[in-house]
């Protein structure tokens, strides 16, 4: 029973680890589609009537335009990477190690990271694009929580696993 459980646990592993393989390959193939199909612009989140003039960046300026939207979506790719080994250990049967809770814990804080990179990417935007002499002076001011409850909870997960594993070697420890 115990080894048929096992076997499922590594199966949904193995799964697992191969849809994040795909996504961490295809997210910056997305990104930069994204960019080429629709221009940095529409990343950039700029308010209605903010006109940028990319033509008259200097390098700095035009490095801004192209790494400013990326924040958010690199902080995504990390909590991919770590949600990808961690299922790399669930598929070779690693559940319940400090490794993979380490590994949960990680995915639990980029994700946690991710509304707060956002905000502060939407807070930069404007005094860095019109610091630069690309737009108008603007300060876009946001609250987002969403992503970051979930990261909060799986902390709050990991934690506990972390407990039942310290309790589990305690107890065998007094055997």
């Known amino acids: 029973s115990s080894t048929i459980h096992m076997s499922?646990?590594?199966?949904?592993?193995?799964?697992l680890k191969?849809?994040?393989?795909?996504?961490?390959?295809?997210?910056p193939f997305i990104y930069v589609v994204i960019l080429y199909w629709q221009g940095p612009f529409i990343l950039l989140h700029l308010p209605n009537g903010i006109i940028l003039n990319p033509g008259e960046a200097s390098f700095a300026g035009k490095a801004a335009i192209f790494s400013i939207p990326a924040l958010t979506p690199v902080t995504y790719w990390f909590a991919l990477y770590f949600i990808y080994?961690?299922?790399?250990?669930?598929?070779?049967?690693?559940?319940?190690?400090?490794?993979?809770?380490?590994?949960m814990r990680r995915v639990g804080l980029f994700l946690l990271l991710a509304d707060f990179i956002y905000m502060l990417q939407i807070a930069i935007t404007?005094?860095?694009?019109?610091?630069?002499?690309?737009?108008?002076?603007?300060?876009?001011?946001?609250l987002k929580l969403g992503v970051s409850i979930?990261?909060?909870?799986?902390?709050?997960?990991?934690?506990?696993m972390f407990i039942a594993v310290d309790l589990n070697e305690q107890q065998q420890l007094t055997i």
Do not use: D, M
């Open 85 to 103: 080994k961690l299922a790399e250990q669930y598929s070779i049967g690693n559940v319940f190690t400090l490794q993979s809770i380490q590994l």
């Open 150 to 160: 979930i990261g909060l909870f799986i902390l709050l997960i990991s934690r506990i």
């Open 126 to 142: 404007g005094p860095l694009l019109s610091g630069l002499g690309l737009t108008e002076s603007f300060l876009i001011i946001e």
């Open 8 to 15: 499922k646990i590594k199966q949904a592993g193995l799964q």
């Open 18 to 27: 191969w849809i994040v393989q795909i996504l961490l390959i295809l997210s």
